[in-house]
């Protein structure tokens, strides 16, 4: 299981960098999107894997550390609010600059 | 009461950004009042934190009373204590020029600058690292919406960028974090101490990558070359009370490399002990040299500002990177002193800016000004003192770093710094000698200025001769700061008493 996450992990990280570098801005938010989400599957393994364990300390010592699970659920949380916010402000720079490039040019390089 | 009194720099700005949400016509004088009367009320807490402090015990509050390293604890020391006064000064000058008008530019400026102060207070306070990402996002987010305060097309390029590289940044904060937890399995950065100096070895490579990470994270908040880029866009484009606010924004990251590297990276922990300082060191002068050209190149009063902010960046930083308990005090001294002044001196620009109508802050020819003499008082006062030349605090602050360098670090560090120097003192001359000068004859230009704009900024520029005043004073504090944060035995002792049996 662990390969398996890793390298779903590996794979979200590495398209979100890539659509983070790009040019116009709706690649860009759904990039910072996609990272986030590597970064909480990651912040959520901090703990070790632990399949049908309990989350709190049983007699029998098998348990999943609950303290990641915390930490998940508020990155999520201000995750969810980033991403409103610099969507909002996508839509703004767009109808400023009258285009979605992000340093607001008008000539397409890409 | 008293023992309250740690939690209050969090609960005041949060109950008055809640009472600013009402929202309604003609409102603003209520909201002005609520907004002026927080900002006093904590100063006055940091004030009676600061009381508490210099008696060099520190004290924590455990919030809910889960007590360390289980709960989340605010840490009140000398050196939270000296941040948290500062930001009450500064905000006090920020929202008084604000009152001026600035603050109708927009809707609820007053409660997202209370929520701002509440991150950054937050984040000077506590003693948790994922805490402590929790309150730099509730200042990101709050000095995102401050930015685009008023709008306008220069506010949104420069916002798409520092939204962007932050959110990226919170990623890898949270990466970072991530790691830490994981070699360690703790929050709590004094546990975190503790628990690294008996880390098995096979775990010090986990440990380097996450470390460095966070140096990442606190250098694009700091903006360190090369993670600088956002900075001069953002806070020349920023509204005046905002960008002056922004002036604690890097020292935000700035305290934070301080509190975690010589907290958990101390000389107990073994080989990892100062992992972070080379890389400060050069990175430091590295920014020196890039902040010199930018302050020469800009062409903009407001950009030529933020460059002065990076140039005390890169000063600060280049005591960091010396990390003797000299250098730490000095580049405390130095800290208070450049955070008021280049909070001032923003305001300043957008006064004159103000006055001189078309022309702005642009550095060119225009007309004169109608309060051109009050003006270019002020502006001389501000130079002098961010130039570092005598007898304001700059050139107290800036001899105590030089001084604070030893060895072949002074071959690296005298002749940047003092070439950044001399690069802000031509700037800058030429800049007031062009604009208050060399002005075209003709009708006065500009109205008169409110009152509160001038009382905001002579509030922050009057920091430079009471810092040289007060010198005596600062500088003991500073220094039983400094020798406090290289022991931060002391600090581990009082949050985990029972550790010692535990071993």
Redesign the interface.
């Known amino acids: 299981m662990e390969t398996l996450y890793a390298i779903t992990t590996g794979v979200l990280t590495a398209c979100g960098l890539y659509l983070?570098l790009r040019g116009r801005?709706f690649p860009?938010v759904v990039g910072?999107t996609l990272?986030?989400y590597?970064?909480n599957l990651?912040?959520f393994s901090?703990?070790?894997l632990t399949t049908d364990g309990a989350a709190i300390v049983h007699g029998d010592g098998r348990y999943a550390d609950p303290?990641?699970q915390a930490?998940v659920l508020?990155?999520i949380v201000?995750g969810f609010?980033?991403t409103a916010?610099?969507v909002i402000?996508?839509m703004?720079?767009r109808s400023?600059?009258g285009n979605d490039h992000?340093?607001?040019k008008k000539e397409d390089r890409e | 009461m008293i023992q309250h009194l740690i939690v209050l720099p969090v609960i005041v700005p949060l109950v008055a950004g809640i009472l600013l949400l009402y929202q309604r016509q003609g409102l603003i004088r209520y909201k002005r009042t609520v907004s002026v009367i927080a900002t006093i009320l904590m100063l006055l807490v940091a004030i009676g934190l600061v009381n508490m402090a210099i008696q060099g015990e520190i004290v924590y509050y455990a919030l809910g009373d889960w007590q360390p390293p289980f709960g989340i604890v605010l840490v009140l020391d000398r050196l939270s204590a000296l941040m948290l006064l500062l930001t009450a000064l500064l905000a006090i000058g920020a929202v008084i020029y604000a009152c001026a008008g600035d603050d109708e530019k927009g809707s609820n400026f007053h409660g997202l600058f209370q929520w701002q102060l509440l991150g950054i207070n937050g984040a000077f306070l506590t003693g948790d690292l994922?805490n402590l990402f929790?309150f730099f996002?509730v200042l990101l987010?709050a000095s995102?919406a401050l930015l685009?305060h008023g709008g306008?097309?220069a506010r949104?390029?420069a916002?798409?960028?520092y939204?962007?590289l932050n959110?990226?940044g919170?990623?890898l904060f949270?990466?970072a974090?991530?790691?830490l937890?994981?070699a360690t399995g703790t929050?709590n950065m004094a546990d975190m101490a503790q628990r690294l100096a008996n880390l098995p070895a096979e775990r010090e490579g986990l440990v380097t990558a996450g470390a460095l990470m966070l140096l990442v994270v606190f250098g694009l908040k700091a903006a360190v070359v090369p993670l600088y880029f956002w900075l001069p866009r953002a806070y020349a484009a920023a509204p005046a009370p905002v960008a002056a606010l922004f002036a604690i924004m890097t020292k935000v990251g700035i305290y934070a490399i301080l509190r975690v590297y010589t907290l958990m990276f101390s000389d107990s922990a073994g080989t990892l002990a100062a992992l972070e300082q080379s890389w400060i060191w050069w990175l430091a002068l590295a920014t020196l040299a890039v902040a010199g050209v930018g302050v020469i190149a800009a062409r903009d009063l407001r950009l030529l500002v933020a460059y002065l902010v990076l140039i005390s960046v890169g000063t600060l930083l280049a005591g960091v990177g010396i990390r003797s308990p000299e250098a730490i005090s000095a580049l405390l001294y130095y800290l208070v002193h450049t955070t008021l002044v280049t909070g001032g001196l923003f305001l300043l620009a957008d006064m004159i800016g103000q006055q001189r109508g078309k022309a702005g802050t642009r550095i060119v020819k225009g007309r004169p000004m109608v309060q051109g003499g009050g003006l270019a008082l002020l502006f001389f006062i501000g130079s002098i003192a961010v130039i570092g030349m005598p007898p304001l605090s700059g050139a107290i602050g800036k001899a105590l770093v030089l001084n604070a360098a030893e060895g072949t670090q002074r071959l690296w560090l005298w002749p940047l710094l003092l070439l950044a120097s001399l690069a802000s003192l031509i700037a800058l001359s030429r800049a007031g000698s062009t604009m208050f000068w060399r002005s075209q004859r003709g009708s006065l230009s500009g109205s008169v200025l409110p009152r509160r704009q001038w009382l905001g900024v002579i509030w922050l520029l009057s920091a430079a001769p009471l810092l040289v005043a007060l010198a005596g004073p600062i500088s003991a504090y500073t220094q039983a700061t400094a020798e406090q944060l290289t022991n931060p035995q002391r600090l581990i002792d009082t949050l985990l008493p029972d550790a010692e049996e535990a071993l």
């Open positions: 983070t801005t860009v910072l990272t986030s590597a970064v990651f912040l901090m703990g070790g303290l990641p930490l508020t990155a201000i609010a980033m916010f610099v402000l996508a703004r720079a400023e600059a992000v340093d607001g | 994922f929790v996002e987010l995102y685009l306008g097309k949104i390029q916002s798409v960028h939204v962007v959110l990226a919170s990623s949270l990466i974090v991530g790691i937890y994981g929050l």
